[in-house]
């Protein structure tokens, strides 16, 4: 099984930027599609983002959109995701997760997690 492994995370100011690497331990399917999700502190899981494996395909939340970018690098299975224009309301644990349904906006889709990498910023 395909192990994943957020890093990147940290402490931000306001405005500021901050990108995320998830990196899987052997090669997705390339049916695969990789997902972004965060969790802000007493608050659900929700998506942030996705990006299809074997494609160029990306979707984004919303409340991201415009800010965030998800890109891969192949050659090392590994998915980013750049966050410029941050903003208190960004602060939260984010995870990186697998899974096979694009956009695939519910967690539900997703069958491996990362761990999560905490980012907060601060205003």
């Known amino acids: 099984q395909v192990q994943l492994v957020e890093s990147g995370g940290g402490l931000v100011q306001t405005g500021g930027s901050l990108r995320l690497s998830c990196a899987a331990s052997g090669r997705p399917y390339s049916s695969s599609v990789m997902g972004w999700f965060r969790q802000p502190p007493g608050k659900e899981r929700e998506f942030v983002g996705s990006?299809?494996?074997?494609?160029?395909?990306?979707y984004y939340a919303d409340s991201v959109k415009g800010r965030f970018t998800i890109s891969k690098d192949k050659a090392v299975n590994t998915v980013f995701l750049q966050m410029n224009s941050l903003k208190p309301e960004d602060t939260a644990v984010y995870y990186c997760?697998?899974?096979?349904?694009?956009?695939?906006?519910?967690?539900?889709?997703?069958?491996?997690w990362g761990r999560g990498t905490l980012v907060t910023v601060s205003s």
């Open positions: 990006i299809r494996w074997s494609r160029d395909s990306t």
């Open positions: 997760a697998r899974g096979s349904t694009f956009p695939g906006s519910d967690p539900l889709s997703y069958f491996n």
